[in-house]
């Protein structure tokens, strides 16, 4: 198939485009941040008038994956016009675009809809209730893709993996700290399903050549805290784990409001996928043999200096 990825120099466009060129003929879209990069890329700001178009139109996809967004929680904050227009506004033009061409088009979601006031798992039945600017207008964004191309597949997701800044995920805030011998926090009221981004990317693709569509939960299936993954992170890499103190997201000093419980049911991807979801512990085994074998060295490479 012929992919065209948005967002491909981010932590999941990138990742995901790399996994895919084993099997897909991918074309990347980003603002030429990438530089020898494997793949078919073109350098566009998809907020310009008629960009999507215009790209759609030269590339001529089969599949389009939409991870490109405002994806820095911090900077929705300060940023809501910004927010608004990448987060709500383009996945719905894309929507549309898609639609009209018969362009079969995952889009890019997230856990953070949810307020985290729920007990128990998340399913895709819930209300979303977002607490901040970045998960508003992300939330906007799935609706409008939904509403407009109901053959499209809304994918609420949460991923770590190495990126071409070397500091985008959870992971290298981890690894580039224990590495280092530095102290820091991990937060233990903060609950997530953390997915190897490599078996993220393996996923999307599954569910694309099943042609699903609607909304899913694709994520592993394993909820812990931000805390727990560090340490279990630590322990996988065979660095010290009391370097990680344990804290509450309340004592962060961070600006914008977090939910706590974002643990989420896959059943509804499991049942459609008719098999097992890779669990966290394959995918740390993924992301350990990835360190070692200079995976961060090579997508770091691929950042245009
Ligand atoms: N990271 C997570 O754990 C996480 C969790 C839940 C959901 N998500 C969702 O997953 C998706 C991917 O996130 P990520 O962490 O991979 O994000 P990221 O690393 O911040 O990458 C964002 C991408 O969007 C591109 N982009 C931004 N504005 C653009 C524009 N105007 N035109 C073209 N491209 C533009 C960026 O290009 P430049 O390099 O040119 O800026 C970059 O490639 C997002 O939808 C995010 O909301 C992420």
Redesign the pocket.
Known sequence: MRILI????????LNLALEAINTHDVVG?????LINAPFEQVC????EKGALESVLDKVQPEWLI???????VEDCETNPGLARN??ASLPGDLASACKIRGVKMVH?????VFDGSKSDLYTEEDVPNPLNM?AKT?LQGEQAVISINPSAIVAR????GF?VSGT???AEFFINNLNAGKRIKGFTDLMFNPTFVGDLASLLLQMLAMDLSGLYHTASGDVMSKYAFGVLLARRFGWDESLISPESVEDSGLTARRALNLGLSVQKLLTALGEPIPDFSTGLDRLYTQFHQGYPQKIRSYQYA
């Open positions: 948005t967002g491909a120099s981010g932590l999941l466009g879209v980003d603002r030429c941040q566009t700001d998809l907020m939409h991870c490109a967004a405002m994806a820095n990448l987060n890019i979601s997230t856990d953070s970045y992300k997701v949460n991923f770590f990126s985008r995920s959870i």
